[in-house]
């Protein structure tokens, strides 16, 4: 059986190469990936890019996909997708929620969705959540 992660990583490949997401509304307080990879950093939690879709497929509603820097492992305990615009994100984070398991949390803000494995407990989970929602 495939990890959580790994299913809601299948899932949004479909959604980017079928090209869904909703008409794009600006970037108006929108996330940018030096911000959040700043404010993980700061916290003890940097992160290392496992996909830019930016570079790899500019059309794609999808910018970049985050997981842990500090950990080298085909599933990661959590990431975070950052997208062109909230809409994408909004229509994403409902389509994540629908096939995601009780071992996953998935929690959305502004333009990014954090998907979070119960690997992850106590004072990390926390700290991530925390940083997480004050984007």
């Known amino acids: 059986m495939k990890s959580p992660l790994v299913l809601i990583a299948t899932v949004i490949s479909v959604l980017i190469v079928s090209g ?3 008409e ?3 970037s108006v307080g929108i996330l940018d990936r030096d911000v959040v990879a700043s404010a993980f950093a700061d916290s003890g939690e940097p992160l290392a890019v496992r ?3 930016q570079e790899s497929d500019p059309g794609s509603v999808v910018d970049v996909i985050f ?3 500090n950990e080298d492992v085909p599933n990661a305990p959590f990431e975070i997708t950052l997208f062109e615009d909230i809409d994408s994100a909004v229509e994403h984070v409902e389509l994540l929620k629908a096939v995601a398991n ?3 949390e998935i929690v959305s803000r502004k333009n990014a969705i ?3 494995s119960d690997e992850v407990t106590g004072e990390r989970r926390s700290r991530i959540l925390s940083v ?3 984007l």
């Open 102 to 104: 009780s071992s996953l």
């Open 51 to 53: 996909l830019d879709m």
């Open 114 to 116: 954090l998907t979070l």
């Open 20 to 22: 869904c997401g909703g």
């Open 132 to 134: 997480f929602n004050t």
């Open 67 to 69: 997981v842990p820097a």
């Open 24 to 26: 794009r509304t600006g």
